[in-house]
C-alpha cells in the first residue's frame, strides 16, 4: 500500500526532483547551483534543459508547500502582512548601490564589508543599514559572512547598477508600492470598485486626478511625482510620458527586458519559427518596446524581418538597444523601428507574424479588444497573431489523497500533493496578476477568457505553445 501522507509525498518530490536536478547538471557538465558566489550560474542566465526547468518547477513548489505544511498559521499571516519591508529594503539598496559598493576593486568579493564602512561610502546610518541588510540576508539576498560583515552573492549582483533587474525596486518598489497604498480603498469604493476604466487603477487613485471616498482612507494622496510640480493625471501610459518622468520611462522600458530574460532567451526557440520564416516574410511586434524579443529570437530566423513598432520616444530607446547589442541587425535591415500606437490601424498589412508580448493583460476588455481587432484587419489567411502571455491557471487542490489511476502526463497539472497549477512556483505570475490591477485596472486571463476575446475580434485560436518560460503562446488566425 502506497504512503498517503502529506509530509512523506511531498519529501518524495524533493528527493526525486532534486536527484533529476543533479542529473541534467552532470549531463551538461555543469556545477551545482550556488548561493554564496557573487556570479550568476550557467542556468540562471541561459535557458536550462526542458527535464531541469521541469526538475525545478516540482522542487520549488513542493518546498513552497512543505513551508505552508508545517509553518504556524498565524505567524505565516502576520510575517506576510509585513511584507512590504522588503520592497522598501530592496528599493534602499538600488538607491544606495549598495550591491557596487560591495563589488568595487578593493572589495574581497568573498569576504564584503564591515557595514561601518559600507554606511560610510553610501552616506547612510550604520545600525540602520546593518538591520536592512540582515533582513535581505534571511531572503538569501546578499550574505552576512562574519558579524556586521556583508558581501554580495548571486541574487544581489542582479541589484548593481545597469543590470536590469536593478531597475525593478525602481517602479515596483516606488511607484508600485505607493499605488498600493489605495489598493483595497480602490477595491472598495463604490465609485470605482465595478470599474474597468485603466483611470481608475489604485495608481489613479495615487498618481492620478481622483481619491478614495473610503472614510476610513481619507488620507491626503500626493499628486506629484517626487522632483516635480506637475501633478500627474490619468494613467500609467500618460505618467511615463511626462519629460519629468524620465528615470520611470527608462526603468519601465528596461523592467520589459528584465521580465523577458528573467528564464534565459532560449525559451522562445521552443515555438516552431520555421512555420513562419519564409524568404520575405515580415514578422510585426507591436508595443516591442525596445525589440529585445526579436534580437532574442535572430539567432533561429534565419529570413524573416521584423518590424518593431512603439510609441516615438520608445522607438528611440529601442534604436540605441540595438546599437549598443546587436546594431548590425539595424545595418543590414533585419530589424527596424516604426512608431506606432496600437489603439490605431495597423499599418503593416499581410505579415506573416503579429506579436503582441505582454501586451493584453495591460488593458481592461474594450481596450484589449480594440487592439486585436485592428492587427485581426491586417491580417490575411495565412497571417498568425501570437499572444505571449502569462495564462492564469486556476489554483485547484488536490484530493486528500493520491489519485488511484495513474495521472494523464500529457495534463498541465502538477504531481499529487501539489495544488495543480504548481502553487508557488507561479508566485510571479499571481504578482503580475495584481500588479496588473494595481497599476492597469488590467487583468492576466485564464485560457476561457483569451478565447472569448479572440471570439469578439473575430479571431480564433490554433494552438497554446508552452515554453521555457513564465509566459504560453497563444497561435491565433483570423477567422475563415
Not at 550560474?41 to 526542458?50: A, C, G, I, L
Not at 481622483?210 to 488620507?219: A, I, L, R, V, Y
Not at 513562419?276 to 533561429?300: I, Q
Request: aromatic share 8%.
Amino acid at each position: 500500500m502506497s504512503d498517503t501522507s502529506l509530509l512523506s509525498s511531498l519529501l518524495n518530490l524533493i528527493t526525486t526532483a532534486t536527484c533529476s536536478l543533479q542529473s541534467e547538471l552532470r549531463g551538461a557538465g555543469l556545477p551545482e547551483p550556488w548561493i554564496d558566489n557573487a556570479a550568476l550560474h550557467p542556468w540562471d542566465e541561459e535557458t536550462p534543459s526542458k527535464k531541469y526547468w521541469d526538475a525545478r518547477r516540482t522542487l520549488i513548489s513542493a518546498l513552497g508547500m512543505m513551508t505552508a505544511v508545517v509553518q504556524n498559521p498565524r505567524e505565516k499571516i502576520i510575517c506576510d502582512d509585513l511584507g512590504y519591508h522588503h520592497s522598501a529594503a530592496l528599493n534602499f539598496i538600488v538607491n544606495t548601490h549598495m550591491a557596487d559598493v560591495l563589488a568595487a576593486p578593493d572589495v574581497d568579493e568573498r569576504i564584503g564589508l564591515p557595514v561601518s564602512e559600507i554606511a560610510r561610502r553610501t552616506g547612510t546610518h550604520p545600525a540602520k543599514t546593518e538591520r536592512v541588510l540582515r533582513f535581505l540576508c534571511m531572503y538569501h539576498t546578499f550574505q552576512e559572512t562574519s558579524p556586521g560583515v556583508f558581501a554580495n552573492n548571486k541574487v544581489s549582483v542582479c541589484l548593481k547598477e545597469g543590470h536590469p533587474t536593478a531597475e525593478l525596486p525602481l517602479i515596483w518598489a516606488d511607484v508600485g508600492f505607493r499605488s498600493a497604498t489605495a489598493f483595497s480603498a480602490t477595491l472598495r469604493d463604490p465609485q470605482t470598485a465595478h470599474s474597468m476604466r485603466i483611470e481608475d487603477a489604485p495608481f489613479g487613485a495615487v498618481f492620478g486626478n481622483h481619491t478614495s471616498k473610503s472614510t476610513s482612507e481619507s488620507e491626503s494622496i500626493p499628486k506629484s511625482v517626487p522632483g516635480t510640480t506637475s501633478p500627474v493625471r490619468g494613467t500609467i501610459f500618460e505618467f511615463l510620458s511626462r519629460p519629468e518622468s524620465e528615470v520611470y520611462r527608462s526603468a519601465f522600458a528596461k523592467t520589459m527586458v528584465t521580465l523577458d530574460i528573467m528564464n534565459g532567451a532560449l525559451g522562445y526557440h521552443d515555438l516552431p519559427w520555421d512555420r513562419w520564416d519564409k524568404e520575405g516574410a515580415v514578422f510585426v511586434e507591436a508595443g516591442a518596446s525596445t525589440g529585445h524579443l526579436s534580437n532574442d529570437v535572430l539567432s533561429v530566423v534565419k529570413h524573416a524581418k521584423f518590424i518593431n513598432q512603439d510609441l516615438p520616444e520608445v522607438c528611440l530607446q529601442g534604436e540605441k538597444y540595438f546599437a549598443e547589442n546587436n546594431a548590425e541587425a539595424i545595418r543590414s535591415g533585419r530589424v527596424k523601428f516604426q512608431p506606432n500606437d496600437f489603439f490605431t490601424e495597423q499599418p503593416v498589412k499581410g505579415a506573416a507574424i503579429y506579436i503582441l508580448s505582454n501586451i493584453i493583460h495591460d488593458w481592461p476588455d474594450n481596450e484589449a479588444l480594440k487592439i486585436l481587432k485592428h492587427i485581426g484587419d491586417a491580417m490575411i489567411p495565412t497571417s498568425r497573431l501570437l499572444v505571449m502571455e502569462i495564462v492564469i491557471v486556476p489554483s485547484l487542490s488536490q484530493s486528500r489523497s493520491p489519485p488511484s489511476a495513474p495521472v494523464d502526463q500529457n495534463t498541465n497539472d502538477a504531481p499529487w500533493p501539489l495544488p495543480k497549477d504548481y502553487g508557488i512556483v507561479n508566485r510571479y505570475p499571481h504578482h503580475q496578476s495584481m500588479e496588473m490591477i494595481n497599476t492597469f485596472n488590467g487583468l492576466d486571463r485564464t485560457l476561457d477568457e483569451y478565447v472569448a476575446l479572440f471570439q469578439q475580434s473575430e479571431l480564433e485560436l490554433v494552438e497554446v505553445h508552452r515554453i521555457r518560460k513564465l509566459v504560453s503562446i497563444m497561435e491565433v488566425k483570423k477567422k475563415a
